[in-house]
């Protein structure tokens, strides 16, 4: 069963394409996060270590240069009435039901909407493309069901 989030507002970190690379400006800025969702393509399970660190509770979907093969391919959590699906590489329609779509794969961070689901990208840690910067990015999620994204930039 999907985890349930009773307390508001939650603030989540959104990685994605981190492959074998976590700078330590990143892990500072997750400290107060209240979960982490990596959207896949971490390469060696090792590099979530320092995210383990943290003592977050941390959902990781399988991506395309993964070989961990316990990682889900999606995952889906609900909160403030909400359904938020994490995948690694974004369907062109998002599963029924889905409010929020959160995929990787790409490495260059989105937010836009696809037949009425939101569809976010945090960017890349390590490889940013189509001269995208390096990137993570934070979800806040709040009682009144109002939905926060923020893209952090930092230098690779």
Same mark, same amino acid.
């Given at each position: ?43 060696? %399970?090792?590099?979530?270590? =320092? &995210? ?9 979907? $399988?991506?395309? *240069? +993964? ?22 590489? %974004?369907?062109?329609?998002? =599963? &029924? ?9 790409? $490495?260059?961070? *989105? +937010? ?39 893209? $952090?930039?930092?230098?690779?």
């Amino acid at each position: 069963m999907p985890p349930t989030f009773t307390t508001l507002p939650v603030k989540i970190g959104v990685l994605a394409d981190t492959h074998d690379r976590l700078p330590h400006s990143v892990l500072t800025q997750l400290h107060d996060c209240d979960q982490i969702w990596h959207l896949g393509d971490v390469c060696l %399970p090792s590099t979530l270590s =320092p &995210l383990y660190a943290l003592g977050k509770p941390l959902s990781i979907v $399988h991506g395309n *240069c +993964d070989s961990e093969e316990f990682w889900p391919v999606t995952l889906t959590h609900h909160m403030a009435g909400k359904t938020f699906h994490l995948i690694h590489i %974004p369907p062109a329609q998002a =599963p &029924l039901g889905t409010d929020i779509l959160l995929h990787g794969h790409t $490495h260059v961070p *989105c +937010d836009h909407t696809v037949s009425g689901c939101r569809y976010l990208n945090p960017g890349c840690i390590s490889r940013p493309n189509r001269g995208a910067p390096a990137s993570f990015a934070t979800l806040t999620v709040h009682p009144n069901t109002e939905i926060l994204w923020q893209l $952090h930039k930092f230098q690779a």
